[in-house]
Antibody, heavy 122, light 107 residues
Framework: EVQLLESGGGLVQPGGSLRLSCAAS????????MSWVRQAPGKGLEWVSA????????YYVDSVKGRFTISRDISNNTLYLQMDGLRVEDTAVYYC???????????????WGQGTRVTVSS | SYELTQPLSVSVALGQTARITCAGN??????VHWYQQKSGQAPVLVIY???DRASGIPERFSGSNSGNTATLTLSGAQDGDEADYYC??????????FGGGTRLTVL
């Protein structure tokens, strides 16, 4: 069974750092692109970052560029999101998700992890 | 940047048909995907590539794409279908784009 399990969330002060982890099982993360998507309290879904399957190219939404770093450990089959310089507006539940594609022009996300909550507050 | 527009809420009587729309530009060149998110839970893929049902999704769920509007149709709505529904496309300039979400209420 394909599963994703996030961890690493918590309460942090503005300017602080957190590292989120997403442990994958049932598939090998190096053969799929992977994404992080967040959801602020009472708000909709916002894509945050992605890492490609081949070559591990990374992509970020403008609001986190230079502050967040996505990476993966293939030996542990785990995806990470290093979050530095955290701001109050980064408060959200963070989900990791596996990317699915058709002909490299159509992309969707399946499955999603259960999410980990990040709260940035003084 | 590319944008998707959904109605904030849709209501449907128990057992009737609900339709949730997602509007965007030039949908003919894109595929639309739909996710269901029940309260306190993670999103779950419902429909991908406009009209393909994800694994384990009942046949009551269907999708269509007619150019500038994609529609998620739920036939025979049940109490357990109450959730937020999000559409999504991938755009080469905007990457991953989600609609604002639609709250489905079953009356």
């Amino acid at each position: 069974e394909v599963q994703l399990l996030e961890s690493g969330g918590g309460l942090v002060q503005p300017g602080g750092s957190l590292r989120l982890s997403c442990a994958a099982s049932g598939f090998t993360i190096s053969t799929y692109g992977m994404s992080w998507v967040r959801q602020a309290p009472g708000k909709g879904l916002e894509w945050v970052s992605a890492i490609s399957d081949r070559g591990g190219r990374t992509y970020y939404v403008d609001s986190v560029k230079g502050r967040f770093t996505i990476s993966r450990d293939i030996s542990n089959n785990t995806l990470y999101l290093q979050m530095d310089g955290l701001r109050v507006e980064d408060t959200a539940v963070y989900y990791c998700a596996r990317e699915k594609t058709w002909s490299d022009v159509v992309y969707w996300l399946d499955p999603w992890g259960q999410g980990t909550r990040v709260t940035v507050s003084s | 940047s590319y944008e998707l527009t959904q109605p904030l809420s849709v209501s449907v009587a128990l057992g009737q048909t609900a339709r949730i729309t997602c509007a965007g530009n030039n949908f003919r060149s894109k595929s639309v995907h739909w996710y269901q998110q029940k309260s306190g839970q993670a999103p779950v893929l419902v429909i991908y590539r406009d009209s393909d049902r994800a694994s384990g999704i009942p046949e009551r769920f269907s999708g269509s794409n007619s150019g500038n509007t994609a529609t998620l149709t739920l036939s025979g709505a049940q109490d357990g279908d109450e959730a937020d529904y999000y559409c999504q496309v991938w755009d080469k300039n905007s990457d991953w784009v989600f609609g604002g979400g639609t709250r489905l209420t079953v009356l």
